[in-house]
């Protein structure tokens, strides 16, 4: 198994809602190529003012993607892709960061519930990104069990340090496209396909990472 670094007017009839993407049990499942053209197309409805809404799923399905995304993104992913509450599996921790909870979370996901897709989602903004970058700027100690995810951060700010640009900016990419590449890495998620977004911090448009 990989491991980490260290270990939004008149009333209108609301739109119908579009067929879901994942499954009932012994239903063919939808390809990854699939599911990521829905969650790019609902976060476009997002970005533009008009989600759907769609707070509840039909019972007994299974979601069609996994999400590691970061606490202190102020949207859930769930708002900010336009899926319904139950579509999507997030896991959510400061920065992306991952430890051994996180990937048995997404192995569940992928291998038990046969999500098709993960996408690792950092954003702009980041306020783990942020305390990751004073550390290593002024050698300040970080509190408690934040020091860990400091740690964690820290090694993609380190390889993004003296780039032309925003030191922030090139973390986040950095760290988002590290947690990509290392559950892409690992067996245990060979049956999903994996990719790696951020989030503007005006209106949540997101955009995929090479």
Do not use: K
Not at 49 to 64: M, T
Not at 99 to 116: C, H, I, K, R, T
Not at 132 to 156: D, M, S, Y
Not at 167 to 174: K, P, S
Request: with cysteine; charged share 20%.
């Amino acid at each position: 198994m990989a491991t980490p670094h260290r270990a939004l007017g008149t009333p209108t009839a609301p739109a119908p809602r579009p067929p879901s993407p994942s499954s009932l049990p012994g239903e063919p499942r939808p390809t990854a190529a699939a599911v990521l053209d829905r969650l790019l197309a609902g976060n476009v409805r997002y970005t533009r003012g008009r989600s759907r809404q769609p707070y509840g799923p039909p019972a007994g399905r299974r979601p069609c993607a996994v999400v590691i995304g970061c606490v202190d993104d102020p949207v859930p992913p769930e708002l900010v892709l336009d899926q319904p509450i139950g579509e999507l599996l997030c896991v959510r921790t400061a920065g992306q960061v991952l430890d051994e909870a996180v990937l048995g979370s997404v192995q569940y996901g992928v291998q038990e519930l046969g999500a098709p897709l993960v996408l690792v989602l950092g954003h702009e903004r980041c306020a783990a990104v942020a305390a990751t970058l004073e550390r290593l700027r002024t050698g300040a100690p970080v509190p408690g069990h934040l020091e860990l995810l400091v740690e964690e951060i820290a090694p993609a700010a380190r390889r993004t340090r003296g780039r032309p640009g925003d030191w922030a900016e090139h973390t986040l990419r950095a760290q988002a496209t590290w947690v990509r590449d290392a559950i892409r890495a690992d067996p245990a998620f060979g049956a999903a396909q994996v990719v790696a977004a951020r989030l503007d911090a005006g209106l949540g448009l997101m955009s995929l990472l090479p």
